[in-house]
């Protein structure tokens, strides 16, 4: 048994859990048919966790990201009957550099959870939550969590006081006082006049005039996005966003357009995306991006934009109403607004659900077992590296020993962390640096020359020496090294070999332009020689 558990398996060998960490895309790929059978099964699933629209976000995605899977009876090629997808995101707090886990689908995911045949839940979600516990992270985001109660309270049961601060996170708005939380959605009939019906008189008066003023045929009209049009629809849908919500978003504004439409696309071309446009005559008046979820047999409103300046015809109404009676028609069973208590989706009908944003923490804000993500590696030392042309070279130091407390042979941490040492003084631990960086990358001339100059620091000259003949002989046109060269064989006593290389490095220079050489940074600050 303790093998087993140690193993990531949980349970008698007949019905034990293997959690597998799945990383790229490929291999998530041979996971579809587990997890569409996973989906299926799972009565809480929603369109943000199927496998058409997760993949396709994973796939664009800069930051790393993985799903853990479990497998029922712990072999390989067992059934899959859980998925739990996670991005993983690194950052500055408190002058320490830590990990943080979130859903993968944050931040385009409207709803977020875990993806489980309700059958095994009871074992899935404890293996879940014991693997996350053997990672290294400071939070566990989860955020927008759309999940029955009982499977989150199985989770969260995992993660005790004494090692974890666990709290909720409300999501209203403190401008308009928008619950985040909640999310209104409509269960649709079998036909169009029984979901009128359900509606209120007013309601239902408003929205026949103005389907039947659409359906005449006069001035305005509903043309749906196909491949030839799609790129200028979503060109209307973002522009109109963008003009109403950059007041308020101010230039984050401009990453959302381009999220949502590298999203929206890809949904397009996977057969996920319902986006009908209102036209009058050649003018567009507004569009709605709808996202289809044949399995659950949903529709899941995503997001719209419409002309301000147009005060007739009720556009927004117009295209609900529409998309409404497009999904009755293919025999879809719900209408999903999403997030927000806006009042305008009130009059359509609705229910609410909540979901909810719960943040787990450790009591110390860092990492569980004291290292960082071997996956944010490249990430850390981008931090660590503006830390240190920032001057704050304590964090800087900090976070360069974080990337080689996982990654040891990392060279561009090993290089940084050397130059961070040398500019304190502190040149034995920087030569040690700086041997174990020319040992990886002998190649690289400005390795050798980081070498040279501490053990000249040190008072190593013949070290030195050995050092700064690498240089010469990986770039011969370069000043700073003959110079280095010829400072060191003076104080050697070498003056014939102070000559002849200066006199070396002038034929070489007479022949070839002069490099613009190697300057040291002000302040001590990388200088980025290995990139």
Known sequence: MANRMRSGQLGRPSDAVHVE???????????????????????????????????????????????????????????????????????????????????????????????????????????????????????????????????????????????????????????????????????????????????????????????????????????????????????????????????????????????????????FHAGLLFLPTLWQGERPLAALATLIDTRKRAFLFYMTGRDETFDDASPGLILHAYSIRHAIAGRFTEYDFLRGNEPYKYSFGVKERRIRCVVVATRDDLNLGGRIDRRTVAEVVRLATDLHQDGKLDEAERGYRQVLAVAPNDADALHRLGQLLGVRGQHVMARRCFTQLVALRPDTHKAWLCLARTCEALGHDEEALDAYREVVRLRPDLPVAFSGLAAVLSRLGRIEAVNAALAAFGKRRAGAPESAGYAEPAGGAPSRLLQ
């Not at 853990?68 to 859980?82: K, Q, T, Y």
């Not at 566990?140 to 996170?169: C, D, S, W």
């Open 21 to 267: 960490v799945i990383e790229t895309l490929p291999a998530l790929m041979r996971l579809q048919d587990d997890w569409n059978a996973v989906y299926d099964a799972d009565p809480d699933a929603q369109m943000f966790l199927s496998f058409a629209w997760l993949s396709g976000w994973i796939a664009q995605i800069q930051q790393p990201w993985l799903v853990l899977a479990a497998r029922l009876g712990g072999a390989e090629g067992a059934p899959c009957v859980g998925f739990l997808p996670l991005r993983i995101q690194t950052k500055l707090a408190g002058g320490h550099i830590r990990n943080e886990l979130n859903m993968a689908g944050n931040f385009s995911a409207d709803y977020t959870g875990i993806l489980c045949d309700p059958r095994h839940e009871h074992r899935v979600v404890p293996a879940f939550a014991r693997h996350l516990k053997q990672m290294n992270w400071a939070r566990l985001n989860l955020e927008n969590v759309r999940q029955p109660e009982p499977r989150l309270r199985l989770l969260l049961a995992h993660f005790p006081k004494a090692g974890f601060r666990t709290g909720e996170v409300d999501r209203v708005g403190k401008v308009d006082g928008i619950d985040n939380n909640v999310c209104p959605f409509a269960s649709l009939p079998s036909d169009w006049n029984a979901y009128l019906d359900g509606l209120s008189a007013n309601t239902r008066q408003k929205i026949r005039r103005l389907l039947k003023r659409l359906d005449a045929g006069g001035d305005y009209r509903i043309g749906h996005a196909t491949a030839a049009t799609i790129d200028r629809d979503l060109d209307t849908l973002l522009r109109f966003w963008e003009i109403k919500w950059k007041p308020r978003k101010g230039d984050l504004v401009y990453s959302l357009v381009r999220s949502n439409r590298a999203m929206l696309t890809r949904s």
